[in-house]
């Protein structure tokens, strides 16, 4: 099996996640406008997005149909693939995190739970958004993986299809 042939089954598998993380993005982007403190995590999503759009475009359009590409897609790719392997690393770290040390998660959760019961009449268990929270880490965790096998071939094809890439 040819990379490139592992390169479109892992774009196939990352495609779909990246719609609807898009989707998902404007809200939050528009939130973290108004506490400054979250717009890093949001440059840092946007430019997860940004890495994989500009990397499945460079793929389909310039190395299966052997187009050039312009001038600044191998920049677009490198630097957004960089800050995305930032992404990754905060994904795996606080999913150890969360597995290695469930106590303190759970004493977090707790807390946050109790704060927000008392300004709420809504009954929400500590455990049931710990549980979400793993959940929801174990699928951004395969997903980083996946994303990071991406572009470990993203940068191979920058060096091999160099040709492509104006200058």
Partial sequence: MTIERIYKIITAIILPITYLLAF????VVLMSLGNPSSLIGSFIFVCVLIYS?????FFRKNILLGAPAKANTKDWIRINGFISFIFIVEIIASTVTVFVRPAEVM??????VDSF????ST???????????????????V???ILLVHIIISFKFLKKYRNLLSM
């Fill in 123 to 141: 009954k929400v268990s500590g455990r049931d958004i710990y549980n979400m929270l793993k959940g929801l880490l174990v699928f951004f965790s």
């Fill in 53 to 57: 759009f500009k990397s499945i475009i």
């Fill in 117 to 120: 019961t008392q300004q709420s």
């Fill in 24 to 27: 998902f993005t404007l809200p």
């Fill in 143 to 145: 997903y980083s993986l």
């Fill in 107 to 112: 004493t977090v959760i707790n807390k946050m």
